[in-house]
Nanobody
Framework: QVQLVESGGGSVQAGGSLRLSCVASGYNYGKYCMGWFRQAPGKERLGVAAVDSDGRTSYADSVKGRFTISQDNAKNTLYLQMNSLKPEDSAMYYC?????????????????WGQGTQVTVSS
């Protein structure tokens, strides 16, 4: 079955960096849209970044220029490099698998989710 396991979260001061990883298994990685979402307490889960099977990326406006999504198909791993972190970036971050041939940064476009990794940014 499809499994997504995130790691790399933690606590960091504002201006710092973290790199999240998501190891995928149970399907043919590299052919699907993959994405990162985040959810702060009491708020909805929102898209952060996505990458399609051709390597095209999309980002939420709030993270453009600071976050970079990438993947290593040989390792079945998705990454999110987060730089210049701000307190408002604090949230649970989720890795998600989207669909074949369709990649939009919206929850409706993703059908499998990891358990999440917590990111806390202090001021």
């Amino acid at each position: 079955q499809v499994q997504l396991v995130e790691s790399g979260g933690g606590s960091v001061q504002a201006g710092g960096s973290l790199r999240l990883s998501c190891v995928a298994s149970g399907y043919n990685y590299g052919k699907y849209c993959m994405g990162w979402f985040r959810q702060a307490p009491g708020k909805e889960r929102l898209g952060v970044a996505a990458v399609d099977s051709d390597g095209r990326t999309s980002y939420a406006d709030s993270v453009k220029g600071r976050f970079t999504i990438s993947q290593d198909n040989a390792k079945n791993t998705l990454y999110l490099q987060m730089n210049s972190l701000k307190p408002e970036d604090s949230a649970m971050y989720y890795c998600a698998r989207g669909w074949l041939g369709y990649c939009v940064l919206d929850r409706s476009g993703f059908d499998y989710w990891g358990q999440g990794t917590q990111v806390t940014v202090s001021s």
